[in-house]
């Protein structure tokens, strides 16, 4: 049984920063990519960042490219979403997912954790 756990969310001032965490159990985690996603009240489910098995490749969507950072500690089974410079628009649920080196899709997601941004 997969399991992925996010923590770490809130309410922050526009500017401020929050570290999101992911804990995962249930399967090898340094075999697995690991990505963060989000989804605001009506809108979409949009991507927000990917990382590899590794932790030596990332990627971003423009909207957070070079104030969000992923990373991952493999030793602890966790991935990490560091958001800084935030804004109104970053207010969303925002999801961990996990999935098969070597694509891009994701076979297990976490239940979210809320950030609001306040302005």
């Known amino acids: 049984q997969v399991q992925l756990v996010e923590s770490g969310g809130g309410l922050v001032q526009a500017g401020g920063s929050l570290r999101l965490s992911c804990a995962a159990s249930?399967?090898?985690?340094?075999?697995?990519?690991m990505g963060w996603f989000r989804q605001a009240p009506g809108k979409e489910r949009e991507f927000v960042a990917r990382?590899?098995?590794?932790?030596?490749?990332?990627y971003y969507a423009d909207s957070v490219k070079g104030r969000f950072t992923i990373s991952r500690d493999n030793a602890k089974n966790t991935v990490y979403l560091q958001m800084n410079s935030l804004k109104s628009e970053d207010t969303a649920v925002y999801y961990c997912?996990?999935?098969?080196?070597?694509?891009?899709?994701?076979?297990?997601w976490g239940r979210g954790t809320q950030v609001t941004v306040s302005s």
């Open positions: 249930g399967r090898t985690f340094s075999l697995y990519a």
């Open positions: 997912a996990t999935g098969p080196a070597g694509g891009y899709e994701y076979d297990y």
């Open positions: 990382i590899n098995r590794s932790g030596a490749i990332t």
